[in-house]
């Protein structure tokens, strides 16, 4: 008997193991610690909710150097490291550079009824953070919670002990630095209301606006209401206040409640443990649409339901598999595709309301993205959508140039039909670019050229290129000219401009190739022979001086360079290797220069300038083994199974990507250039499922005899012939099926 | 020609003098000085908006004693001796003691966008104030604006100069010590949201509570939109914060806003002079019903037509007319009139909507009423409804009934259907046994005899009479049960005990009729026969001391009283004047301390305790002469024709109904006892119009030999019959047709 259980356990056992699912090795702990800035909420893929676990807020006395919300600048509503929880979020920016969003958050306790954050926040034990599921156990209230979520809805369940419960929607704690909310209980049982927030990136504070938000309970609260802690009041009149500042409860009431600090709260008593499930639809429009998301998209199923539709909804959207390599290697491999598909999210409700950008005005659209965070994502996240989800990337880029026709320009760095102009340069420009380059080429590419042109081309109260007329005058930004980070700035308008310059060849406008390909070298006028560096320049053509190539790192401020020193800058030039290599004097001083900057730990891993570095020795004949030991040495630094597994900030997807990249054997190294340049898979079978309309050669596999000790290419073979190149066209890609490396020790 | 023009001239004078209407009379600037505390605005009988100019906020610096909303405790949101206008309110109270309302504040400017009130605020001439017009020039920007109303809505029109013309609507600004409020533009000429109010008189925090408003410009502005002035951010990311605390201009914003300071506003630019009319409408129900009220009762109809029809409402609700007399008597008369008709006023919408008091429900009603200062109106004003406005009397009286339905309990001082406890006493119990015993019976006397009982036998948890168990128990309340004001609040039980009394004795329930008899005597216990005065004692028996009777009058704490020192209520026992007569020991000293009260200025007129005091010589044979004589003086000394025309607060029709009575020759001097007593009239003619559905005898004209010199009464003939006392009963004046006094000058 004994026996025959134990064989039962291991058939269940390896039955179960046989069962895992892609989407089952997905771990959204990876980035939630080191600033990675992602979250290990619950979300659909490009979900315009998600449910995290908010542990930001808490008393920082005597704590040293915490990462509390508001003791520092901090972008996400959970770090991995804090302890103190209080509540789930149902909408959440994940692995961003500024704090934002991060409201409606939801709370259980029990006993007496307490609604401020600081007394009624809990430790937690047991926390569980699968695709589109998330879970913990509150130690301070012996309080189950669970979440999970469809594209604009979700639900939390909360199992609670028997006694007194309380299950709070705090509309008052935040991430976003706005204030103002509105709740309207319209049943026992349903609450309504909106909070305020924008201001992302401390930018564009006139757009801050409204997300509002449907929530129903399944259980009839005895007590419940509203409570309202307003400002204390100062003067004279103060002293007849004897209320003054103190929490209003406003039990039952049915109309609606402003305030920056209110609240709804539903006051059980239990003679049992019982479950209550929490669900909230939400909307950029309106609540009447909050209400239509919630009811269309989970309307009566169950948390269990909408969970295992979600998982499947995720394992459906991971299209690569990877066979070989370790469980951790696969979670990395998994988690790194999953972090790709978080944004850009849908913005419209079900019935294709979303707000349009600048014009005040509703649009209809059942495909509408936003969260573009351009200057990050150009270099390498829209090329993977490209391959892996074309018809998402093609949606991207019509939404794009409906932000265009909207608000007048491109996006640079957008947030919910709001243009936040976070970073630097025309990065839409290259996204539009190369991806009509790479044959997706099913938008208005007319409206597109004229929409590059005009970002390019105006020369005043240009709120994408600023300083644009000393750049075409000059030919780089000048310290003198006001514009921040001069020298880095050049750089961006340059890889535009040659973006501009390929579309226009593409396109047959000749004229317009030739002075956009002749400005996409501009960037020569500032390398500065004694330092091989660029470096900050007057208007007069003078080097700035005193010049320290060292600061600027760790968003120190710097005369010529934004978020970065000009060691991560020099060599952000992909499409001018072979300038920059002659402006260093041959291969010899450009590689002993890169080796530098490796080996001096200038490079930042986690800093999209230099996000290519690795890639450049593919450009030195002979060197090519220097790419795989270098990006095999990042990756095994850098992405990890573990909350701190991220090098830093995610980027929207930017981190992922790379190492998606660097784990499948090639890297999109030139924005805007369709082509690719190979480095060793760490797989040894990688199946990438590409949509037969826009690839007809269909799944690309790539196979290999990766370990950990085979990380050098030997033989590249594409469908089964020899290739020779450490570059590949996207064209050729495209047709391939089958890319075989074989690898080796050295 | 030059004759003809002059007899033209004076054709047209004496047309326009011979179309005088009563309605021309009304001076609505009476009682917006010397803390009288009603508002100037235009207003419809029983309006649930007024348009008031607004002009208590400004800077204070350097202002000796500013009559300044927040460095002081001000009730109301005009000041006649201000001079610093930054706005029209279209909700207000009217003659109050507490600030509240005073929100939605329409500010026309010209030249540059500026929302800061201290900063766009404006001094003003011109001045024009008449029943539902209000009109000014503002001296910084030649602006004349004016304003008026119906019962829920109201226009106001901006007269701009050419240029640039600026239209606010500012949210932010008020009276009350609330704040928050939401709005949201619907189109460019209509804007919606709400504002929150409440906590009247610092009391019920918890209720606060939304008016809602929907606003429309018939000019479409090339600029629109909101703006929002957020708080300061403290803390850390104060630093990235370069907006921070600063207004924000959300041009053409068509979500939600919300915020404590926010507003709306529209930009003109004009080649020539041009009119703007604001059209508003409110509810306490919803924005929709605010639109609907605001369709229903202005729609397209133009101001000068909404104004010539609401100043015909006035008129013909004014059903008292006067002959005889100064015009400045006539003013004073018809202001009063105009005054009683202004509190309390209907809540509820077009269609009958109105909040529920306590259940949080929307109660369907086409007459509910609010603002019942029950404490203050219980003495006389009501009984002046009961007489003249019978209808609208027992409609409050419903009213009343509903609350207690709703909320549990009988209302002592509601406010839009929340209870704010303010003042003491139980005052709506006289009010109900006053309507009945004065033959208005169409009420549920069933239902209004349980909700007196519950409020007078409740022993604990009893929110209209704290401490009623230890009244029941001593007879008084002590100085040591914790009840504020221990020996007012006796009185005041005692009042109603015998309101109930009476009531009791009408419906035939003997026992309850003895047990609140013997009750409504026990002040008694707290004469203190060495001070001749009422005076606090202990749970013991013991009195308090030391005693000085002086303390507690202007508002100063006084152990034993409310608002009043003892003085000011020994003498309100107008239902045991004779028990008070012989525990003074007789008559002699019972005249002797109220010639003193009077001649030593302890007689407070603007305090409604001592407001019957001038009436009690009618109680003393031989001494009828000073009543006529006090009631005189005090109408000669504290009513005029001038801002500070009124004794002090108003109190929502109190003073009013005061001086309307001690014009017309009679007082009802004991609530809940059916009559009244004389004195002289001030016209020589007076017509009572009375509703002949409740007053089959029809109107009552009072005529007399008034004169300023003939101010003693000789002898009083009813129906052409000599009468013989100085009282009558309500049955006696409800069937005379004609009261004749011959007066004389001693």
Redesign the interface.
């Known amino acids: 008997m004994k026996k025959l259980l134990s064989f039962a356990t291991l058939w269940v056992a390896l039955s179960l193991h046989a069962q895992q699912q892609p989407v089952d090795y997905i771990n959204p702990l990876i980035g939630t610690s080191n600033f990675g800035a992602t979250h290990p909420g619950a979300i659909a893929p490009r979900g315009m909710l998600s449910i995290s676990p908010f542990n930001v807020a808490f008393d920082t006395t005597g704590v040293k150097a915490p990462l509390e919300k ?4 901090l972008s996400n509503p959970y770090v991995n490291e804090n302890k103190f929880f209080t509540g789930l979020t149902h909408v959440n920016l994940s692995g961003v550079g500024c ?1 934002e969003l991060g409201v409606i958050i939801a709370m259980p306790t029990t006993g007496k009824l307490e609604v401020n954050h600081l007394k009624y926040g809990s430790t937690y034990q047991k926390e569980v953070a699968k695709a589109g599921y998330y879970s913990n156990f509150l130690t301070k209230y012996h309080i189950k919670t669970e979440a999970t979520a469809t594209t604009r809805a979700g639900i939390t369940r909360y199992h609670f002990p028997k006694g007194e419960a309380n299950l709070l929607i705090n509309l008052g704690l935040g991430l976003t ?6 709740l309207k ?1 319209v049943s026992p049982t349903e609450v309504e209301g ?1 909070r ?1 927030v924008g ?1 992302f990136c ?1 930018n564009s ?6 997300v509002y938000f449907v929530a129903k309970v399944n259980k009839v609260a005895p007590s419940y209401g509203v409570w ?1 802690t ?2 204390k ?1 100062q ?3 103060a002293q ?4 003054n500042g ?1 929490t ?13 600090s209110i609240g709804a709260y539903f006051r059980y008593k239990f003679d049992k443990e019982e479950v209550v499930e929490l669900k909230v639809g939400i909307s950029y ?2 609540i009447a649409n909050a209400r239509e998301n919630l009811e269309k998209e989970i309307g009566n199923r169950t948390f269990d339901e909408v969970y295992a539709a979600t998982r499947q909804t995720w394992n459906d959207a991971l299209r690569a598999t990877v066979e070989g390599g370790t469980d951790d290697q696969k979670t990395i491999f998994y988690t790194a595709l999953y972090h790709a598909l978080i944004h850009p999210n849908l913005l419209n409700d079900v019935n294709g309301d979303y ?1 349009e950008s600048k014009t ?2 509703i649009g209809k659209n059942h495909q509408r993205y936003t969260v573009f965070s351009l200057w990050d994502t150009y270099r390498n996240y829209h090329q993977l959508l490209t391959l892996l989800y074309p018809e998402q990337q093609l949606q991207m880029v019509r939404t794009m140039l409906d932000i265009y026709k909207e608000s007048g320009w491109l996006p640079k760095w957008e947030l919910n039909s709001t243009e936040t102009f976070t970073m630097v340069g025309d990065p839409a420009s290259i996204v539009l670019a190369d991806t009509y380059l790479r044959g997706l080429t099913d938008f208005d590419i007319q409206t597109a050229y004229e929409a590059m042109l005009k970002g390019a081309n105006t020369l005043e109260n240009n709120p994408i290129r600023p300083g644009v007329k000393e750049y075409w005058k000059l030919g780089y930004l000048s310290v003198d000219g006001g514009v921040r980070g001069p020298v880095s700035t050049t750089q961006e308008y340059n890889a535009a401009d040659f973006a501009i310059a390929q579309i226009a060849k593409k396109l047959g406008k000749k004229a317009d190739y030739e002075k956009f390909n002749k400005q996409a070298y501009s960037y020569r006028k500032l390398f500065d022979k004694e330092t091989h560096l660029l470096r900050p320049r007057h208007a007069n053509g003078k080097w700035y001086a005193p010049f320290n190539p060292e600061s600027g790192a760790n968003f120190e401020e710097n005369v010529g360079y934004i978020e970065g020193n000009a060691w991560q800058y020099v060599y952000m030039v992909t499409h001018d290797v072979k300038g920059m290599i002659k402006l260093m004097g041959g291969e010899k001083p450009f590689e002993k220069q890169l080796d530098h900057i490796f080996d001096s730990k200038q490079y930042d891993m986690a800093n999209e300038p230099d996000i290519a570095y690795p890639y450049l020795y593919n450009f030195l004949k002979g060197k090519e083994w220097k790419t795989q030991q270098k990006v095999d040495q990042l990756i095994n630094e850098y992405f990890q199974n573990k909350p701190a597994g991220l090098p830093g900030n995610e980027d929207t997807g930017v981190m992922s990507a790379w190492l998606i990249y660097g784990m499948a054997g090639f890297y999109p190294i030139t924005p805007a250039e369709p082509n690719y340049t190979f480095t060793s898979p760490k797989f040894t079978k990688i199946t990438l499922k590409r949509n037969p309309q826009y690839y007809p050669a269909g799944d690309l596999v790539i196979e290999s005899n990766a370990s950990p000790e085979n990380i050098y290419i030997k033989n590249i073979f594409i469908d089964n012939k020899p290739y020779k190149s450490y570059f590949i066209s996207h064209e050729a890609l495209k047709n391939a099926k089958k890319i075989r490396f074989e690898l080796g020790k050295r």
Chains 1, 2 share one sequence.
């Open positions: 508001d003791s520092r600048w704090p630095n706005e204030k103002g909310a509105m209980f909106m305020m201001t401390y504070p006139e757009l801050a606006y409204p309202h307003p400002e009041h003067g004279v009149e007849w206040m004897w209320y103190e209003r409860l406003k039990e039952q009431f049915a109309r609606e409640v402003v305030g920056d429009v309106s707000p005040n005005k």
